[in-house]
């Protein structure tokens, strides 16, 4: 490729990069999996459109402008495309170089700049800004904050947020030392579990069922103190000394762990942990998987959870296009007795959580909830599962805005109920120190 | 920096500015379709919801005297979807739904912009499926299907795209708006439908579709044979056919792109052989053991190596995973490919094969095969690196050479893929100026102004000729 101008690509985009570009042979296959495309038609916002741009300014033949910006902005990094695509293209990569060259020349706005330099890494700040939410959701504030003259007081982007949170509990599930659960039944292994940012604050009960469960299938489970934020949203926000500065924080916390594997059961950091280079350098990535992997493949006995409620899969973007983990969350489903799985339309297509993409592209993000919503009612399912954090969320939301009767559960946390039937499962895993 | 024009002030005044798409940068996208050889910039891209609003747009179009197009999911392959001469692209996608699925009279009414598979998707549980399958078509539109009359490897059974539309409502190029054909076949007066499917976008603007929906198959099978040698693949397909038996599908695949498929997709496909066939058979359970002995004896006598079924509906569904989206794979082990849509008659088979490959070799160049066998459809490939100027030269040479030979064996020049501005220069091989005057007189009739879709089929307008060589095209397409 001939190159007479420098472009404001050029920083990111070396030559492993622009080979990964010039795989797209621009088949369109990738279309009809954009969740973006689908919504607004518009080319520009189609995996195969975002490519043509990043090419068209690679080669000097256009600007870095707000039009590209915009367009770029409104991808969800959500890797549907990659499914796609018969090429290989790994448009992930590429949307975060990209992402990188625009992060160096244009600021964010302030929100998302004092969330992803100042809060999610930071577990101080995290808690700080999760204990006044809670305060602010016992007092009921949350709903006042909607209507004047509070609402002309907070800003639409925080509003926003505040109102998509789930119930924020009394504390975190990490402690500023490290925790050792012993395995109850015949030992299999060991693992570490990786306990992430927002997962740790909002969602403790999560890894409370996943600790349980583990530790009753036979591992020892290790909670190391001080793991900070995967980084995966920082990596998609193009902001790279942050995400290399996550990473290795990480690394030499994870490194010291002598487990067989490091669990997760976010969908999102697993991704991240799975494919950023330095962590695979580390040689940290080998060991990682999700939860379903390591579960699917032991044979359980759950207990029935009550025959009637049809339950729903939806996959999380970054299990199933991130991963290539489809088969196994719903191998786990089946073996909960007379389990009333229902199938989901459009399972596949992201619910527009897209980690901090609810706010900073509310609009689009809105949408894609409703399409899902409108399935999930399609379905008539009255239990939804995911993987995700971000994704429970943004279902959760999705509940609430609509006023029905769904609950919206982590795989791990309706598999952890099934089990909770029997009187001998434990209420607390074995703490040892 | 965007001027907005008068035309763009107007549109934008008929639909809102969210749905007209003026901003150069924007429009780069909208520059080339599949084949990414041919590029042309478009001054407006405009989204419609609605038949009536389409009719506006072309109106509007005609006052301000400019070109326009519809473009579907620009998968076409013969950069049919491009404004060649700028202008206005009418894209489809926003106009997307399913408007009815009639199973009593097995029909279904569509908007242009609902991609081919999602039809058989919303059909297939409940018995039916719309039957053209281009390999294409978990991302094409059936409206760009309809202008194009696509066909993929079942056309082979059921016929092509136009022998499964039975009526549309049209834009005509004045903003008239017509309906023809119906939920029945009818034969009395002209055959617009005919007229219409495959013209390219040339005629007018499809905006609603009346499909026929065809039953699932009580059974099928499908078989994998693997040969030694592409002449004994290509005369199994001859004999095979010889025998009066018609396969659903018949799809022949050349080491080449086998190594391309397995190295990247994991279809399942035997290596170190030339040549695989894929073939597929449908109809009653009863029936369907007897045909497919009969298909394995004659592979065998023709020399295969190994003939086997796929045993259940993943495997299945693997391998013609592999058949259509090897071309993808392909573009993992060249630089660029180009793709040309030559069709030979059946018996012609083995002669046009040898022929490819040799051309390639005299103009240093390999040639690869992904053939609808069973239409004599071949597809050659031709491998090349499009930032060497003369391997570009000779891949366009090798393509004129075996499409003229195409020609010579009594075929044609395109299968599938239509003629666009791609083909341009070619047309003269097949059609003389008789034939090439009354097109132009029917074109004429319905669009005298000729500012929908120019410089396509015919080697008319302003910028016609051989689609300009970049260097930066990352490969024709294909099938
Ligand atoms: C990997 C690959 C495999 C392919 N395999 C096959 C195959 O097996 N068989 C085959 O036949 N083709 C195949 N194609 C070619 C292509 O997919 C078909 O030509 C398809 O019909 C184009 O549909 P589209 O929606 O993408 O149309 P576009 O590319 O957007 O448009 C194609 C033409 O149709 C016109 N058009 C689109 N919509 C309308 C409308 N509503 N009214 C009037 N005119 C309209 C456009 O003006 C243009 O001239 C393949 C392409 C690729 C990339
Ligand atoms: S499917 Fe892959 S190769 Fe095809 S246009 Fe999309 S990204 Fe490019
Ligand atoms: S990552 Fe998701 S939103 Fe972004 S281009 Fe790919 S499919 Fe579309």
Same mark, same amino acid.
């Given at each position: 490729?001939?190159?007479?101008?420098?472009?404001?690509?050029?920083?990111?985009?070396?030559?492993?990069?622009?080979?990964?570009?010039?795989?797209?042979?621009?088949?369109?296959?990738?279309?009809?999996?954009?969740?973006?495309?689908?919504?607004?038609?518009?080319?520009?916002?189609?995996?195969?459109?975002?490519?043509?741009?990043?090419?068209?300014?690679?080669?000097?033949?256009?600007?870095?402008?707000?039009?590209?910006?915009?367009?770029?902005?409104?991808?969800?990094?959500?890797?549907?495309?990659?499914?796609?695509?018969?090429?290989?293209?790994?448009?992930?990569?590429?949307?975060?170089?990209?992402?990188?060259?625009?992060?160096?020349?244009?600021?964010?706005?302030?929100?998302?700049?004092?969330?992803?330099?100042?809060?999610?890494?930071?577990?101080?700040?995290?808690?700080?800004?999760?204990?006044?939410?809670?305060?602010?959701?016992?007092?009921?504030?949350?709903?006042?904050?909607?209507?004047?003259?509070?609402?002309?007081?907070?800003?639409?982007?925080?509003?926003?947020?505040?109102?998509?949170?789930?119930?924020?509990?009394?504390?975190?599930?990490?402690?500023?030392?490290?925790?050792?659960?012993?395995?109850?039944?015949?030992?299999?292994?060991?693992?570490?579990?990786?306990?992430?940012?927002?997962?740790?604050?909002?969602?403790?009960?999560?890894?409370?069922?996943?600790?349980?469960?583990?530790?009753?299938?036979?591992?020892?489970?290790?909670?190391?103190?001080?793991?900070?934020?995967? &980084?995966?949203?920082?990596?998609?926000?193009?902001?790279?000394?942050?995400?290399?500065?996550?990473?290795?924080?990480?690394?030499?916390?994870?490194?010291?762990?002598?487990?067989?594997?490091?669990?997760?059961?976010?969908? &999102?950091?697993?991704?991240?942990?799975?494919?950023?280079?330095?962590?695979?350098?580390?040689?940290?990535?080998?060991?990682?998987?999700?939860?379903?992997?390591?579960?699917?493949?032991?044979?359980?006995?759950?207990?029935?959870?009550?025959?009637?409620?049809?339950?729903?899969?939806?996959?999380?973007?970054?299990?199933?296009?991130?991963?290539?983990?489809?088969?196994?969350?719903?191998?786990?489903?089946?073996?909960?007795?007379?389990?009333?799985?229902?199938?989901?339309?459009?399972?596949?297509?992201?619910?527009?959580?897209? &980690?901090?993409?609810?706010?900073?592209?509310?609009?689009?993000?809105?949408?894609?909830?409703?399409?899902?919503?409108?399935?999930?009612?399609?379905?008539?399912?009255?239990?939804?599962?995911?993987?995700?954090?971000?994704?429970?969320?943004?279902?959760?939301?999705?509940?609430?805005?609509?006023?029905?009767?769904?609950?919206?559960?982590?795989?791990?946390?309706?598999?952890?109920?099934?089990?909770?039937?029997?009187?001998?499962?434990?209420?607390?895993?074995?703490?040892?120190? | 920096?965007?001027?907005?024009?008068?035309?763009?002030?107007?549109?934008? +005044?008929?639909?809102?500015?969210?749905?007209?798409?003026?901003?150069?940068?924007?429009?780069?996208?909208?520059?080339? %379709?599949?084949?990414?050889?041919? =590029?042309?910039?478009?001054?407006?891209?405009?989204?419609?919801?609605?038949?009536?609003?389409?009719?506006?747009?072309?109106?509007?179009?005609?006052?301000?005297?400019?070109?326009?197009?519809?473009?579907?999911?620009?998968?076409?392959?013969?950069?049919?979807?491009?404004?060649?001469?700028?202008?206005?692209?009418?894209?489809?996608?926003?106009?997307?739904?399913?408007?009815?699925?009639?199973?009593?009279?097995?029909?279904?009414?569509?908007?242009?912009?609902?991609?081919?598979?999602?039809?058989?998707?919303?059909?297939?549980?409940?018995?039916?499926?719309?039957?053209? %399958?281009?390999?294409?078509?978990?991302?094409?539109?059936?409206?760009?299907?309809?202008?194009? #009359?696509?066909?993929?490897?079942?056309?082979?059974?059921?016929?092509?795209?136009?022998?499964?539309?039975?009526?549309?409502?049209? *834009?005509?190029?004045?903003?008239?708006?017509?309906?023809?054909?119906?939920?029945?076949?009818?034969?009395?007066?002209?055959?617009? *439908?005919?007229?219409?499917?495959?013209?390219?976008?040339?005629?007018?603007?499809?905006?609603?579709?009346?499909?026929?929906?065809? =039953?699932?198959?009580?059974?099928?099978?499908?078989?994998?044979?693997?040969?030694?040698?592409?002449?004994?693949?290509? #005369?199994?397909?001859?004999?095979?056919?010889?025998?009066?038996?018609?396969?659903?599908?018949?799809?022949?695949?050349?080491?080449?792109?086998?190594?391309?498929?397995?190295?990247?997709?994991?279809?399942?496909?035997?290596?170190?052989?030339?040549?695989?066939?894929?073939?597929?058979?449908?109809?009653? #359970?009863?029936?369907? +053991?007897?045909?497919?002995?009969?298909?394995?004896?004659?592979?065998?006598?023709?020399?295969?190596?190994?003939?086997?079924?796929?045993?259940?509906?993943?495997?299945?569904?693997?391998?013609?995973?592999?058949?259509?989206?090897?071309?993808?794979?392909?573009?993992?082990?060249?630089?660029?490919?180009?793709?040309?849509?030559?069709? *030979?008659?059946? +018996?012609?088979?083995?002669?046009?094969?040898?022929?490819?490959?040799?051309?390639?070799?005299?103009?240093?160049?390999?040639?690869?095969?992904?053939?609808?066998?069973?239409?004599?459809?071949?597809?050659?490939?031709?491998?090349?690196?499009?930032?060497?100027?003369?391997?570009?030269?000779?891949?366009?040479?090798?393509?004129?050479?075996?499409?003229?030979?195409?020609?010579?064996?009594?075929?044609?020049?395109?299968?599938?893929?239509?003629?666009?501005?791609?083909?341009?220069?070619?047309?003269?091989?097949?059609?003389?100026?008789?034939?090439?005057?009354?097109?132009?007189?029917?074109?004429?009739?319905?669009?005298?102004?000729?500012?929908?879709?120019?410089?396509?089929?015919?080697?008319?307008?302003?910028?016609?000729?051989?689609?300009?060589?970049?260097?930066?095209?990352?490969?024709?397409?294909?099938?």
């Amino acid at each position: 490729m001939s190159e007479t101008v420098t472009s404001p690509l050029s920083r990111t985009f070396h030559a492993e990069e622009k080979r990964l570009l010039q795989e797209c042979i621009h088949c369109g296959f990738c279309l009809p999996a954009c969740p973006t495309y689908m919504e607004n038609g518009k080319e520009m916002d189609s995996p195969r459109g975002r490519l043509h741009l990043m090419e068209s300014l690679l080669e000097g033949r256009m600007n870095l402008d707000s039009a590209f910006e915009e367009h770029m902005k409104l991808c969800l990094v959500c890797r549907a495309c990659e499914t796609a695509c018969p090429s290989g293209v790994q448009f992930g990569h590429l949307m975060e170089a990209t992402r990188q060259s625009i992060a160096e020349v244009k600021q964010k706005g302030r929100l998302e700049r004092f969330l992803l330099q100042t809060v999610l890494p930071s577990h101080r700040w995290l808690s700080f800004l999760f204990t006044i939410t809670r305060v602010i959701q016992i007092l009921r504030l949350d709903k006042l904050s909607t209507v004047p003259p509070l609402s002309l007081l907070v800003p639409k982007k925080l509003r926003q947020l505040q109102l998509s949170l789930p119930t924020v509990p009394p504390r975190r599930f990490g402690r500023s030392y490290d925790v050792h659960y012993r395995a109850i039944r015949k030992q299999r292994g060991t693992v570490t579990l990786f306990t992430g940012c927002v997962m740790d604050h909002l969602f403790p009960h999560v890894h409370t069922a996943t600790v349980r469960l583990l530790t009753w299938h036979g591992y020892d489970v290790t909670i190391p103190s001080d793991q900070a934020c995967c &980084g995966a949203l920082h990596a998609h926000a193009g902001e790279k000394s942050m995400t290399s500065f996550l990473a290795d924080q990480n690394i030499s916390i994870l490194d010291n762990c002598n487990s067989d594997y490091i669990v997760i059961n976010s969908a &999102g950091c697993g991704s991240h942990l799975k494919s950023y280079l330095t962590y695979i350098d580390s040689g940290i990535s080998s060991r990682v998987v999700d939860l379903s992997e390591l579960l699917a493949v032991i044979e359980m006995k759950p207990k029935a959870i009550g025959p009637t409620d049809p339950v729903a899969y939806d996959e999380p973007c970054h299990l199933l296009h991130g991963q290539g983990i489809s088969t196994q969350p719903k191998t786990i489903l089946e073996k909960i007795p007379e389990i009333n799985l229902v199938p989901l339309k459009g399972s596949d297509r992201c619910c527009g959580s897209a &980690g901090s993409y609810s706010i900073t592209e509310t609009e689009m993000s809105l949408k894609l909830l409703d399409a899902k919503m409108d399935d999930i009612e399609a379905s008539g399912a009255a239990i939804v599962v995911t993987a995700n954090p971000g994704c429970q969320m943004q279902l959760n939301w999705g509940v609430k805005r609509r006023g029905i009767n769904v609950e919206v559960l982590h795989l791990a946390e309706l598999l952890d109920k099934c089990f909770r039937i029997d009187p001998s499962y434990p209420t607390d895993p074995l703490v040892l120190d | 920096m965007e001027v907005k024009t008068a035309l763009i002030r107007d549109l934008e +005044s008929l639909l809102g500015k969210e749905r007209v798409i003026s901003h150069p940068t924007e429009l780069l996208v909208y520059e080339c %379709d599949g084949l990414t050889l041919s =590029r042309h910039g478009a001054d407006a891209v405009v989204l419609p919801e609605s038949t009536e609003e389409v009719s506006r747009i072309v109106k509007c179009c005609q006052g301000h005297q400019v070109p326009f197009l519809a473009r579907g999911s620009g998968t076409g392959l013969s950069g049919g979807a491009v404004a060649a001469e700028g202008g206005v692209i009418v894209q489809m996608s926003r106009m997307a739904t399913i408007i009815e699925i009639d199973y009593d009279d097995e029909v279904a009414v569509v908007q242009p912009g609902v991609i081919n598979l999602h039809l058989s998707e919303a059909t297939r549980p409940d018995g039916y499926h719309y039957a053209p %399958d281009p390999s294409s078509q978990k991302a094409c539109t059936i409206g760009g299907n309809v202008a194009e #009359n696509a066909g993929g490897p079942h056309t082979l059974k059921y016929g092509v795209t136009a022998n499964h539309i039975l009526g549309m409502t049209v *834009v005509m190029p004045d903003g008239e708006i017509i309906n023809m054909g119906g939920r029945h076949e009818s034969i009395l007066g002209y055959d617009l *439908v005919g007229l219409f499917v495959g013209s390219e976008g040339t005629l007018g603007i499809v905006t609603e579709i009346i499909v026929k929906l065809t =039953r699932n198959p009580e059974s099928s099978k499908t078989f994998l044979a693997s040969f030694n040698t592409v002449e004994a693949a290509s #005369n199994s397909v001859s004999s095979i056919i010889a025998a009066g038996i018609i396969p659903a599908a018949l799809e022949l695949i050349d080491a080449l792109v086998i190594q391309a498929v397995e190295s990247h997709l994991k279809a399942g496909f035997p290596q170190d052989v030339a040549a695989i066939l894929l073939i597929e058979i449908e109809g009653l #359970n009863a029936t369907l +053991s007897a045909q497919a002995g009969e298909i394995r004896n004659i592979c065998h006598t023709h020399g295969a190596t190994d003939f086997k079924e796929a045993k259940s509906e993943p495997e299945r569904a693997q391998l013609w995973r592999g058949r259509k989206e090897a071309i993808g794979a392909l573009g993992k082990v060249t630089p660029a490919f180009y793709t040309n849509d030559g069709v *030979v008659p059946r +018996s012609k088979l083995p002669e046009i094969l040898e022929f490819d490959i040799e051309t390639g070799k005299r103009n240093g160049l390999q040639v690869a095969h992904l053939c609808h066998a069973g239409d004599g459809n071949i597809h050659p490939i031709i491998l090349y690196d499009h930032e060497n100027e003369t391997e570009t030269k000779a891949a366009m040479k090798t393509s004129r050479e075996i499409l003229q030979r195409c020609i010579d064996l009594g075929g044609a020049l395109s299968g599938e893929h239509g003629i666009g501005t791609e083909k341009l220069t070619s047309f003269s091989f097949m059609f003389n100026k008789t034939d090439e005057a009354q097109m132009m007189a029917v074109r004429s009739a319905l669009s005298p102004s000729g500012k929908l879709n120019p410089s396509k089929i015919f080697p008319t307008g302003a910028k016609c000729g051989e689609s300009k060589i970049r260097k930066t095209v990352a490969g024709g397409g294909w099938l």
